[in-house]
């Protein structure tokens, strides 16, 4: 019963912080002070999940006590029947929800709920590495399609035989960053490449790297600090893009970071593409550091901070994929490769949840 009252005091102080929280979102002093109040709606909005369980779980647990007092007063045999039936199924939903709970109060990454910038830039293997960076990019845009994403390319640099010597998109929508960060790493390929003639097997590899998008709030920009250049856009898109200085290059003058767009006919759309971009990239030289800290904690960090680690093979003789973090192996590359990657995901995140939990009960 300790165990009981541990997970109940628990959720009886996320269920007040909840109303707290709750009656702060509404004073016009909190509403004015924009970075406090979209801080606040976060918190909102994440405690009404565990406060939502935390009612199931004590509705459980009173049903519980119900039913033993039942068997311990009622003479009636098949009252007794009926009662003992519903104590065993009562028991048999608690561990689950137990562990649900142990879950939940777990510290989450405070990212996870952010819209994320994928990189994807080809390794090493020369035209063919290009080639596999641009079926990488086209796995992940068909599985941000399938999870109802918006994906934005912010910018490209093709291939000389295809593909993409690199490429960079912006994916938005729920939870984005939370569920792509386990991309992060090196991607090798194995197969005969489409320039090979005498059908020799390649391995060729490209890097893809999840940064979760800072919001306007996380960091504050100095107009001093950044060069700002504009020059012609160069590769499809007709006259206007090749002839009008629309596109930017910006240099944040501080960190040496430098970032550029030109998708958009618009320098103002381009600006303000390159100024989200620029304040990702800065937020993330610290959120680098918080990821080394973590996996230095860790034994196996599953969504790795080390974004030069090789996670994942992919070999088309023999159809299959394999991750190298879980050692878990697949035979249907072909869907994969069509963006069928939820079920590797998946694997990831409940081998990284369970050495959470083993972690925190240590």
């Not at 830039?121 to 918006?150: H, N, P, Q, V």
């Not at 093979?313 to 939820?342: C, E, S």
Request: net charge negative; proline share 3%.
């Amino acid at each position: 019963m300790a165990q009981d009252n541990s997970l109940l005091e628990k959720m009886e102080a996320l269920r007040l912080r909840f109303e707290e929280v709750g009656q702060m979102i509404t004073d016009p002093e909190v509403i004015a002070d924009q970075k406090r109040y979209v801080k606040l709606n976060k918190e909102y909005r994440e405690l009404e999940d565990i406060v939502e369980v935390g009612k199931k779980y004590k509705n459980l647990l009173d049903n519980i006590e119900s039913s033993r007092a039942m068997l311990k007063e009622e003479d009636d045999e098949e009252m007794r029947a009926m009662a003992r039936d519903e104590l065993d199924s009562l028991e048999a939903e608690r561990p689950g929800m137990e562990e649900e709970i142990k879950m939940l109060l777990l510290p989450g990454d405070p990212e996870d709920s952010k819209n994320a910038v994928m990189e994807i830039r080809a390794g090493t293997g020369g035209d063919e590495a290009s080639i596999f960076a641009g079926d990488l990019f086209r796995m992940y845009t068909k599985y941000c399609e399938g999870k109802g994403w918006k994906t934005e390319v912010t910018h490209v640099s093709e291939g000389t035989s295809g593909g993409y010597k690199e490429v960079v998109m912006k994916v938005s929508g729920n939870g984005v960053y939370g569920i792509l960060k386990y991309e992060s790493g090196v991607h090798r390929v194995q197969r005969v490449p489409q320039t090979e003639t005498q059908g020799r097997v390649h391995t060729s590899a490209a890097s893809v790297a999840v940064l979760p998008e800072a919001e306007e709030f996380d960091i504050e920009l100095k107009q001093e600090d950044i060069r700002k250049d504009t020059y012609c856009s160069s590769g499809p898109g007709g006259q206007s893009v090749n002839t009008t200085y629309s596109a930017i290059r910006l240099t944040h003058i501080p960190t040496g970071i430098v970032v550029t767009c030109q998708d958009q006919k618009s320098q103002l759309k381009n600006l303000d593409k390159a100024m989200t971009e620029l304040r990702t990239r800065i937020y993330n030289l610290e959120y680098q550091k918080y990821l080394d800290e973590i996996s230095s904690k860790r034994k196996t960090m599953v969504s790795t901070g080390d974004r030069s680690a090789k996670i994942r093979t992919y070999n088309y003789p023999q159809g299959r994929v394999t991750d190298h973090r879980i050692n878990y192996t697949m035979y249907n590359l072909p869907a994969v490769m069509d963006g069928d990657i939820g079920g590797i995901i998946d694997k990831l995140q409940i081998e990284e949840n369970a050495e959470r939990l083993k972690a925190s009960e240590m």
